[in-house]
């Protein structure tokens, strides 16, 4: 036992004495490797303090007086801007990777929209990368309006029902389910449109579209 304990405590002897002699061997190289990674460790925290950090600040900054001009129904200023501050589309281009930036892809998308510019709604509501409960959902759903209005209501149809998926919610998935049952009566697809409305009326009673839903229902049903 005695000769066991003496041969491993020999063997750890070795590896630390080996250890100590790569370590004295490529003390230089070790030096570099840790001075490289502490200047990378510096430089990504500085370039987050004092690039990225402002850029969201005044990202924001740009997009506060063009969400105003949106809720004022001033479409084409709040995509333009004015001498000021950058509309939509400039906070777009200006401030890539921003969350103000990307944001400004989806209120692109929906002023276009309410200009009646479909092909440009669907580009910049298609590039808005959102991950949050509404806004995602709400994008999709934007979208298939602009398929709506450009007369393919097969398109629409898909992209309503992907909305109604994205973050299940009392807010939005009802409404698209409703549109997406409207659309699939357009074409015809009265089992598709039957499904939506009748998801409509057991998973959301709770929805305005709820109180009329039974109508619907009927009209996909007998298809009058």
């Known amino acids: 036992m005695e000769k066991q304990i003496e041969e491993k405590n020999t063997e750890m002897g070795n590896v630390i004495t080996r250890s100590e002699e790569f370590i004295q061997k490529n003390q230089k190289t070790l ?25 969201e600040v005044r ?22 801007g004015d001498d000021t501050y950058r509309g939509f589309l400039g906070v777009a281009d200006s401030y890539k990777g921003t969350k103000a930036g990307n944001l400004a892809r989806y209120y692109a998308g929906a002023a276009f929209l309410q200009q009646g510019n479909f092909d440009e709604a669907i580009h910049w509501l298609k ?35 992907a909305s109604a998926a994205m973050n299940s919610n009392f807010l939005t ?23 939506c409305f009748q998801k409509v009326k057991t998973d959301y009673p709770e929805s305005t579209e709820w109180s009329e839903i039974d109508k619907y229902i009927a009209l996909a049903e007998t298809g009058k």
């Open 31 to 55: 030096i570099i490797i840790v001075a490289v990674i502490l200047v990378v460790i510096l430089a990504i925290f500085g370039l987050r303090k004092w690039y990225f950090q402002p850029r």
């Open 59 to 80: 990202a924001a900054e740009e997009m506060f007086a063009a969400e105003q001009w949106f809720a004022q129904g001033d479409f084409d200023k709040a995509l333009n």
């Open 127 to 161: 590039k808005y990368k959102g991950k949050d409960t509404f806004t995602r959902p709400l994008a999709e759903m934007l979208m298939a309006d602009a398929y709506m209005e450009k007369g393919d209501a097969a398109t629409a149809a898909k992209h309503y029902t």
């Open 173 to 195: 998935s009802p409404t698209a389910l409703f549109k997406a049952g409207m659309a699939y009566l357009m074409i015809e697809d009265n089992a598709k449109a039957l499904e």
